[in-house]
């Protein structure tokens, strides 16, 4: 196998500290979890404790100044472990760095220190019932008042941490008529009249992951909680644009681990299991599908590791995400359709670690953009507009 480069010693100390993390305070109770529908709150306050959210924030603000490498080991070790109800990635590495690069410094006062502690969880809303990949079509509004505040309306849905949230990123149209041009970020906070949760939702996976939905009904937001001030009003979908790229490269690296684990996994079991006195491991089909599943999450992994020398960089371009993002998570899938088969029956039992896995996979097509959004991305970028 191609050795990776892309960590050194000081990441590799990282990653066994972080796992051990995990072996203590979540593997014994993700499964409960996933049966209460959301990871216990108590668990983020311990990972701030511990200096594991927010790590590429600036000391000042309560992060450690890390590379984002040490985020990439904390994303490979959730995926390892199944762990897929921990909303740290999106927290840490997409709300924290929205109001990092586009918030005013009262805004990066008043919240990043709180988010690097624990204290407050974050989480962003794009999606609306009648528009997800298409953020050009929602329909929240946030109108301009006479005092200068926003008054908010309308509603999110499939939002990660959207239980616990206690900070939410809102897009909404702050000029309905400008379209795209019209979109701006608001911080809604907890506690904001007019602002009501909506139960966890129940999905095919990521059963521990608090997914929900937010309604806003005249929810009053000042305007000091207009994401970097009046500077970058209506230029929330600029913003979203920048972002993006890493948004997508996460998927990406969870889906290489995801599917690294889950052949590690089935290597070990069909070397166990025996089928007419011979182990699955001795028959050539098997070994034949492992070896080409494994050929392809190794040219997935290189291409991964090679976007994030460029997010290091500041070069890694929308379409290049967007590869990476399309082709890790259609991977995924297969691998894990693949070794679901080669379990067996033991394969589609929810106690079998494969199959919760084969059950979280499948929206990592969708979220994030789907993948038919991304090859849009992708040809566009090659000079092939569609109508």
């Known amino acids: 196998?191609?050795?990776?480069?892309?960590?050194?010693?000081?990441?590799?100390?990282?990653?066994?500290?972080?796992?051990?993390?995990?072996?203590?305070?979540?593997?014994?109770?993700?499964?409960?979890?996933?049966?209460?529908?959301?990871?216990?709150?108590?668990?983020?306050?311990?990972?701030?404790?511990?200096?594991?959210?927010?790590?590429?924030?600036?000391?000042?603000?309560g992060g450690s100044g890390a590379d984002k490498l040490y985020s990439v080991i904390q994303m490979e070790e959730l995926a390892r472990g199944g762990y897929s109800g921990i909303g740290f990635n999106l927290h840490s590495e997409i709300v924290g760095p929205y109001i990092l690069r586009y918030g005013t410094q009262d805004q990066k006062k008043r919240f990043l220190p709180r988010l690097a502690s624990g204290e407050i969880i974050g989480a962003i809303?794009?999606?609306e019932p009648d528009a997800g990949s298409d953020l050009q079509g929602i329909k929240s509004t946030a109108i301009k008042q006479a005092d200068g505040n926003y008054l908010l309306n309308g509603s999110k849905t499939y939002?990660?941490?959207?239980?616990?949230?206690?900070?939410?990123?809102?897009?909404?149209?702050?000029?309905?008529?400008?379209?795209?041009?019209?979109?701006?970020?608001?911080?809604?906070?907890?506690?904001?009249?007019?602002?009501?949760?909506?139960?966890?939702?129940?999905?095919?996976?990521?059963?521990?992951?608090?997914?929900g939905e937010l309604f806003f009904d005249d929810v009053s937001v000042p305007a000091s909680n207009l994401l970097g001030g009046e500077a970058l009003e209506n230029k929330g979908f600029i913003c979203l644009m920048e972002q993006l790229p890493w948004e997508?490269?996460?998927?990406?690296?969870?889906?290489?681990?995801?599917?690294?684990?889950?052949?590690?996994?089935?290597?070990?079991y069909v070397k166990d299991?025996?089928?007419?006195?011979?182990?699955?491991?001795?028959?050539?089909?098997?070994?034949?599908?492992?070896?080409?599943?494994?050929?392809?999450?190794?040219i997935a992994r290189v291409f991964v590791d090679k976007c994030m020398d460029l997010v290091r960089e500041d070069k890694l371009d929308a379409a290049t995400?967007?590869?990476?993002?399309?082709?890790?998570?259609?991977?995924?899938?297969?691998?894990?359709?693949?070794?679901?088969?080669?379990?067996?029956?033991?394969?589609?039992?929810?106690?079998?670690?494969?199959?919760?896995?084969?059950?979280?996979a499948r929206v990592h097509r969708i979220y994030g953009g789907t993948n038919e959004i991304m090859k849009e991305v992708i040809s566009r970028a090659m000079g092939l507009a569609g109508r």
């Open 1 to 61: 196998m191609i050795e990776r480069t892309l960590f050194g010693p000081e990441h590799e100390a990282f990653r066994d500290s972080f796992r051990r993390f995990l072996d203590k305070e979540i593997a014994p109770y993700h499964a409960a979890w996933e049966e209460q529908g959301y990871v216990d709150r108590a668990v983020w306050k311990k990972a701030g404790d511990n200096g594991y959210l927010c790590m590429s924030l600036p000391e000042e603000y």
């Open 125 to 127: 809303a794009m999606s």
């Open 159 to 211: 939002i990660t941490n959207g239980w616990h949230t206690d900070l939410v990123i809102v897009v909404a149209k702050t000029n309905p008529t400008a379209g795209a041009k019209g979109t701006s970020l608001l911080l809604v906070e907890r506690g904001m009249k007019g602002l009501t949760y909506g139960k966890p939702l129940k999905k095919l996976g990521l059963k521990a992951q608090d997914t």
């Open 248 to 268: 997508r490269t996460q998927i990406a690296i969870g889906a290489v681990a995801t599917a690294q684990t889950a052949i590690d996994q089935t290597v070990q």
């Open 273 to 298: 299991r025996k089928v007419f006195g011979r182990a699955v491991a001795d028959y050539q089909n098997t070994r034949f599908v492992l070896a080409e599943l494994q050929t392809e999450v190794q």
């Open 321 to 360: 995400a967007s590869m990476a993002k399309y082709w890790a998570t259609d991977l995924q899938c297969k691998v894990l359709d693949e070794c679901v088969q080669l379990h067996g029956g033991y394969g589609y039992m929810w106690d079998c670690p494969i199959t919760r896995a084969y059950a979280d």
